[in-house]
């Protein structure tokens, strides 16, 4: 169990902590990444616009980049957030 959790936290801080960490805010009723508007001085959806609930997440920038990618292709992933523990 102890080399479980060890390994597991070996992988978190090699490829999260010490590489490319990312916070991007994203809406919470469809998943899509938000961006700021520096106006409105508000977050706002690429569908839902204004009236949004934003939540923030932690990756590698390189997922997000892929994120990014793919959404320039007319794929539009979504992520699903959970309640928080």
């Known amino acids: 169990c102890l080399i479980a959790h060890g390994a597991s936290f070996l992988l978190l801080d090699r ?4 590489s490319d960490k990312y916070t991007a805010h994203f809406c919470k009723l469809c998943g899509l990444p938000a961006y ?7 977050f706002l959806c690429p569908i ?3 009236d949004i ?4 997440a932690t990756m590698p920038y390189a997922f ?3 994120l990014e990618e793919m959404m320039s292709m ?3 992933p979504k992520l699903l957030f959970g309640e928080e523990v």
């Open 15 to 18: 490829l999260l902590e010490q």
């Open 48 to 50: 839902h616009g204004k």
């Open 53 to 56: 609930e934003v939540t923030t």
């Open 74 to 76: 007319g794929i539009y």
């Open 36 to 42: 700021y508007d520096l106006k409105q001085e508000r």
């Open 64 to 66: 997000y980049l892929l």
